[in-house]
């Protein structure tokens, strides 16, 4: 079985302060994004990266940067955080067309 | 017109009954078709692929209509557990090859 695991369920963290979410996998697959999901806005891709060290934007970048120093693990951070982040982010890793998605972090920025 | 457009629902649906979702996409080019659900407060899972000729798995049947666009999601007898948000997803082959999740569809299966 496809195993995503996220390094938080929950986190808090006050504005202005510097965001690491990490996101594992472990079937040695080549593409991984990050989403954002927010009520009545459904999934929104924030990054992706096909390879280490690779990166793209995706539909609302900005506020965040991604780190793929190893192909199991993809990096969001937010580097100054603002209210407007506060939400449920989820990782996947892709096959083919297949998305397998992590448990998700639920980040309120107070 | 959105990439990918669902009804947002809720379905209020009583157990037992047959229940049905369309989703439409723009994008003439997609190539590949899914519909996910997600549970409440836990990520989206593969539900089934949708192929051209149709396909069924179980309780569900998943059907495609390229000439109007369209991909849909039956689910007969419908038990309590198939409460969730049915997501329609499509690939979008071009230079991103991107794969574009609808909003989704939430079903309520009333007791």
């Known amino acids: 079985d496809v195993k995503v695991t996220q390094s938080s369920r929950y986190l808090v963290k006050r504005t202005g302060e510097k965001v690491f979410l990490e996101c594992v996998q472990d079937m040695d697959h080549e593409n991984m994004f990050w989403y954002r999901q927010d009520p009545g806005l459904g999934l929104r891709l924030i990054y992706f990266s096909y390879d280490v060290k690779m990166k793209e934007k995706g539909d609302i970048p900005e506020g965040y940067s991604v780190s793929r120093e190893k192909k199991e693990r993809f990096s969001l951070i937010l580097e100054s955080a603002s209210t407007n982040q506060t939400s449920m982010y989820l990782c996947?890793?892709?096959?083919?067309?297949?998305?397998?998605f992590g448990p998700g972090t639920r980040l309120t920025v107070t | 017109r959105k990439e990918v457009e669902q009804d947002p629902g809720p379905f209020n649906v009583p157990e037992g009954a047959t229940v049905a979702f369309n989703c439409t996409y723009s994008n003439s080019a997609s190539q590949s078709f899914f519909w996910y659900r997600q549970d409440c407060r836990k990520e989206p899972k593969l539900l089934m692929s949708?192929?051209?000729s149709g396909n069924e798995d179980g309780r569900f049947t998943a059907q495609l209509n390229r000439a109007s666009q369209y991909i849909s999601l039956l689910i007969r007898d419908s038990k309590l557990s198939d409460s969730a948000t049915y997501l329609c997803v499509v690939n979008k082959r071009g230079r991103d090859d991107k794969i574009i999740f609808g909003k989704g569809t939430r079903l309520h299966i009333l007791p």
């Open positions: 996947a890793s892709r096959r083919f067309y297949e998305q397998y």
């Open positions: 949708v192929y051209s």
